[in-house]
């Protein structure tokens, strides 16, 4: 099955990264859906800041850093040196989301076995492969997600859910079954807003953009019968890291009943359990402004930690391509 027919724009592979000779254009999604352009990158530095300043993130962001070691290739050749440090400077850009160094980690042995006379395109076959295998993992969690969204379902969600939970209502869709989802508008990035809620009306999907106080009114109105988001890292012990908010909410959703699924590429077994963890917290200034214009004065204080902790009595599953970590 063809997946990017059922996913929004910006989750296609064109959007997301595409090279044009030795230059990667980096879809922006902190610009949509306003609009369409894409940033050109001409070193692994400058892929590296895009993805630090949220230009793409979540998954894009794994899409760049691949794209970028065939891109440093093209430029440099079989520079070992040089491919080491574009690998430690992508692997380390987001701390909190650990799917590009784990995927580094996994193909690097194949990038040091390949020859110079075809070091580039070696890369760039095992960078289509790899983009191949993600697609057919969205593909078999959606399978696993659809299972979950009953007929009627109304389904909550924060931030940008991603490939997986754009693809499971693709498939419940297909089964006949009906659903509405109700997408946070997740400051101050505002990702629901501009990236999840015009996805889900550019697919045609019921749904309702709700500001992210209204989550406990909106769940004991009854309105929402399933929770479901992507993760930035997850553990076999079913603890869940996820953008900031995404904690309160299920809160409330154990509260009122409704079950909290995390949509995960793949474990990070470095981790056991996340109580130790170090959030990242970035500058505050953002929490003072929305859409580039201060919300606050410049004397006030304030704080932004990103991402939230959820443990695993708040979490009825974690949603993998090999069925639900439960």
Known sequence: MNIQSLLPRSLSHEFIARLD???????????????????????????????GSMVTQGGGQLEVALWTLVMEARIHGRDMERMEEVRRLLSNVR???????????????????????SFARGIEDIVISRLEDYDANYLAMAEVGSTLIEDGAG????????????????????DGRSFKVYSQETRPYLQGAHLTAPGLAEMGYDHALITDGMV???????????????????????????????????????????????FSTGFDDRYQDLEDFKVEFRASDGVKMCQGMD?????????????????????????TRGGIAR
């Open 21 to 51: 000779g030795d230059v990667l254009l980096i879809g922006m999604r902190s610009l949509l859906p306003f609009e369409v352009r894409s940033l050109a990158s001409r070193s692994a530095e400058e892929s590296a800041h895009a993805i």
């Open 95 to 117: 701390r909190t989301n650990t799917t590009v160094a784990r995927e580094l980690d996994g193909i690097w042995a194949e990038v040091e076995a390949l020859p110079a006379s």
């Open 155 to 174: 389904i909550l969600t924060t931030c940008f859910p991603e490939h997986s939970f754009f693809l499971s209502l693709a498939l419940a869709g297909m």
């Open 216 to 262: 406990a009114h909106v769940v004991s109105s009854g309105q929402v019968s399933l929770y479901m988001t992507a993760s930035d890292l997850a553990t076999r012990s079913n603890w869940v890291v996820n953008k900031v908010g995404t904690l309160t909410s299920a809160i409330v959703c154990a509260r009122y009943g409704v079950p909290y699924y995390a």
């Open 295 to 319: 919300t606050s004065t410049g004397d006030v204080q304030a704080l932004y930690p990103a991402f939230d902790i959820i443990p695993p009595d708040l979490v009825a599953g974690v949603v």
